[in-house]
């Protein structure tokens, strides 16, 4: 059975940063291509930042420069530094593989102040 469990977030003033982790199971993680997502209530989930299996990354043009995505095989786990956070990256974050196949998780909350 999959499991994806994001953790991190909370609340921080704008300017300030987080780290977000994804621990997994039941997937071979070093193969997967894996994302993070956001969500606000009452629209679709997008993506945020993708690794590859290899270690690439992207980035939505929101977030460039300002996140960084990046993942620890040996202990099946994901991580997103968020820095210089912004009023408007207040979401609900989750992660998935890069295609979103998997069951969801519960996600982690981030909320910046303005």
């Known amino acids: 059975q999959v499991q994806l469990v994001e953790s991190g977030g909370g609340f921080v003033q704008a300017g300030g940063s987080l780290r977000l982790s994804c621990v997994t199971s039941g997937i071979i993680f070093s193969t997967k291509a894996m994302g993070w997502y956001r969500q606000a209530p009452g629209r679709q989930r997008e993506l945020v930042a993708a690794i590859t299996s290899g270690g690439s990354t992207d980035y939505a043009d929101s977030v460039k420069g300002r996140f960084t995505i990046s993942r620890d095989n040996a202990k099946n786990t994901m991580y997103l530094q968020m820095n210089s956070l912004k009023h408007e990256n207040t979401d609900d974050y989750y992660c998935?593989?890069?295609?979103?196949?998997?069951?969801w998780g519960q996600g982690t909350q981030v909320t910046v102040s303005s």
């Open positions: 998935n593989t890069r295609c979103g196949k998997q069951s």
